[in-house]
């Protein structure tokens, strides 16, 4: 008898990767409910809470990144990744995975090449218009690579890539709440036009800055805010606002659970150039000002950040330029109804409507044939 179908996912490290590898478990257990899926991901890191919270198991691997700055302590990096390698090695063995599937991140290094080694198909999915350095080193074993990006063959070997967009969270495509609801839920006023500013899933220093020292340009706008910190600058945020008075057309979070409910009620969004954020605002057809952060590999937020502006499809700021013209420019725009409009029309265009369908169609494909041809 034919054994239940069997996936590891692994990767995260930040919520770029982390909610499309969980947006592409729930696309394979629509398509086949007896799959049973494991993922695989790095102490210590959001997907430990973040992928329970989804309803998947988890396994943790000692994993880091290697530090560019300080050589030496690549000693340690280098030895938890050989025991990361040894434990994934034993993961693979007890859950006996008929395909594994990378989204980048720490984690799926060491679990795609030691599934690779043991023959098990792998898939990558890469969400971002430069490739990372995990996935392109994966890439040589993997036989399907999802992709975002038009252009991504100078990175991977053509006949693998297959153009799927990145895969959002499915509660984010059906939003069932209204822009009043959404924005009274955040304490808000539906009558006045309403910024989202989000620094990806781990908040923006110099997004942050902005705010912080344009407060009495906030106070002044007549239009309201919500801002999304991230985890380590809320207390300074709160305290910064609390120093400045009443600020009742602001509201303060380190993190937005419900994405949903915040786009809804956003008219303009101030965002980084993540991936995942940007195929969302995609899906979502948000008019949005980019502001790429610079302290990424290759600059890859720029590249992403680019793909759109080049098209007219979002608006676009400097790290650099942010704290003169951030705020100034958000506030124009967002009384500029022609202007939001033309961005959403073209933001639209871009859109991937299907991809963690898609995606997860592949891995199936993958994984039917491996169980096919030996016998399990
Ligand atoms: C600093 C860093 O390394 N950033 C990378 C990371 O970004 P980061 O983790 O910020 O990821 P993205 O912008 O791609 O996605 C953020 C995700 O978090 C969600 N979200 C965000 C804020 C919040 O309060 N609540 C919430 O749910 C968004 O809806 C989105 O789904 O992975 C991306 C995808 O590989 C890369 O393009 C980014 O360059």
Known sequence: MEENLRIIISGGGTGGHIFPAVSIANAIKEQHPEAEILFVGAEGRMEMQRVPAAGYPIKGLPVAGFDRKNLLKNVSVLFKLAKSQCLARRIIKEFKPHAAVGVGGYASGPTLKVAGMMGIPTLIQEQNSYAGVTNKLLAKKARKICVAYDGMERFFEKDKIILTGNPVRQGLRNPNISREDAVRSFGLDPSKKTILIVGGSLGARTINNCVMEGLDKIKASGVQFIWQTGKIYIDEARATVARAGEFPMLHVTDFISDMAAAYSAADLIISRAGAGSISEFCLLQKPVILVPSPNVAEDHQTKNALALVNKNAALYIKDAAAKEALLDKAVETVKQPETLKNLST???????????????????????KYRKENGR
Do not use: G, M
Not at 346 to 368: G, H, M, P, Q, Y
């Open 346 to 368: 073209n933001i639209a265009k871009l859109a991937f409507t299907d991809s963690a369908n898609v995606i997860a169609r592949e891995v199936f494909k993958l994984a039917d």
